[in-house]
């Protein structure tokens, strides 16, 4: 039986059956707990969206500095030379891209 079946087996029992009112508050509850609650965000933002600006600073900085990657990422900042890696292999801020953050 799945969550769904079992929640709507709840419903009914609930509707349909004489119980007294200490039993329906329970099942009720039980009928509230059953539902997934959303995922929140926990924690804020640490660092920029990748921008098209940031894009073209991180390109700049790779072909015309003899910069490593971590290095670029912490002038334009960036989280890590890996997002410097994406930028540069197309993976992230071409606007074309489900990465694109």
Known sequence: MTIHQTRM????VIDECAIDARAKSLL???LDASWRKPAVRQAPRLRLKITPEITSQVRAL???TDMTMGQIAERVG??????VSEVL???????NSPLTD
């Open 78 to 83: 960036l989280r890590n030379a890996g997002r």
């Open 9 to 12: 087996l709840i419903a009914t």
């Open 62 to 64: 790779a072909y015309s």
């Open 89 to 95: 292999n197309g993976k992230r801020g071409m606007g």
């Open 28 to 30: 009720e509850a039980a």
